[in-house]
């Protein structure tokens, strides 16, 4: 069975006590995952070593970074290298989320870079994708998000693909309380696994990992995650909530 992740984003929230205590709080549920569960942090620069210590003794818990840099390393002032978040043991990081498109201008093209350095470091990319509202509007979602996939994904091999984790996030569902329906949810998941098919093979696509992100919260997580083609959630607001989140982890399949 391909992984079923549920991961946190904190995005740019919590004090260092308040994440520490956040973490704690999530932890002390003692959640056993399975061997095909696992859960992930994505916490602020500042405060990935001190949730890589909480988590390491805890079998399938993860920490992530939310971005890091497209070039290597070099006079690039408050910008965060993946050789720097390998040296420090970060398994994961998050790319391409739509708030990093939208604020800073990350293009495909950046975000292929960013993908090609993660994988050369050894960190699992977690890949955003999701559309606008006024491409929901139009009917255009489909071709909108395999454009995504084909110009920030497509020139990987079949090997690299398998090690990319998707996170399929409507724009318009995200931080506003109204998350895609089941359905829609499911719909969009089997499209972005019917595009890797035809290009990658249908045993390759069927082995990635597909999280759904939009407002996912304790009461809708279970009807979002028994959906066929979605691998889990990508969770903001309900994240910063441990009662919230420890219940999201326990609705994975
Ligand atoms: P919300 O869960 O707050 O809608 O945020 C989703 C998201 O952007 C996760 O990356």
Redesign the pocket.
Known sequence: MRKQIAAA?W?MNCTYQQGEQLLDDILSANIALKEHQQTIFAVPFPYLIMAKSETENENNYFVAAQNCYNKKSGAYTGEVSVEMLQSIGIPFV?LG???RREYFQESNKMLAEKVDLSLQYDITPIF?CGEPLNIREAGTQNSFVEVQLKESLFHLSEKDIKRVVI?Y?PIW????GKTASSEQAQEMHAHLRSVLAKQYGAAVADEISILY????KANNAKELFSQPDVDGG??????LNAAEFTTIISSLK
Not at 213 to 216: A, D, E, F, L, P
Request: some cysteine; overall charge negative; glycine content about 22%.
């Open positions: 984003n995005k998050v989320h739509s708030e955003c996170a996030e569902a995200i931080g506003t992100g939009g407002s996912v990508l969770v903001g607001g309900a994240s």
